[in-house]
């Protein structure tokens, strides 16, 4: 089973940036999707953006035109660039892929991005 790990989380100030990068721990060229989900205390886990192989791009309402995801499908790694950080954007962030066929759905463990002065 291929792992995921995430990588950049921190602490950042609000209107500050940060870039998560998700590693994998061999090939997911098969995984049609990478995204990026996150989870608020006391809130459900929220789709934040997610690329599919042939690199359309989907994004949360909150997060359009301040977070940009990426692919690199031959290091088999992904990129989340999150900029103009909100204190509302405080979460642990989780790393996705997804296989149609056969199904298969890979997570991270996740990395916590804290926005506050």
């Known amino acids: 089973q291929v792992q995921l790990v995430e990588f950049g989380g921190g602490l950042v100030q609000p209107g500050g940036s940060l870039s998560l990068s998700c590693l994998t721990s061999g090939s997911i060229s098969t995984y049609e999707t990478m995204g990026w989900y996150r989870q608020a205390p006391g809130k459900q886990r929220e789709l934040v953006a997610r690329i599919t192989s042939d690199g359309t791009t989907d994004y949360a309402d909150s997060v359009r035109g301040r977070f940009t995801i990426s692919r690199d499908k031959a290091r088999n790694t992904g990129d989340l660039q999150m900029n103009s950080l909100k204190p509302e954007d405080t979460a642990v962030y989780y790393c996705?892929?997804?296989?149609?066929?056969?199904?298969?759905?890979?997570w991270g463990q996740g990395t916590q991005v804290t926005v506050s002065t």
């Open positions: 996705n892929a997804v296989r149609v066929y056969p199904r298969s759905e890979l």
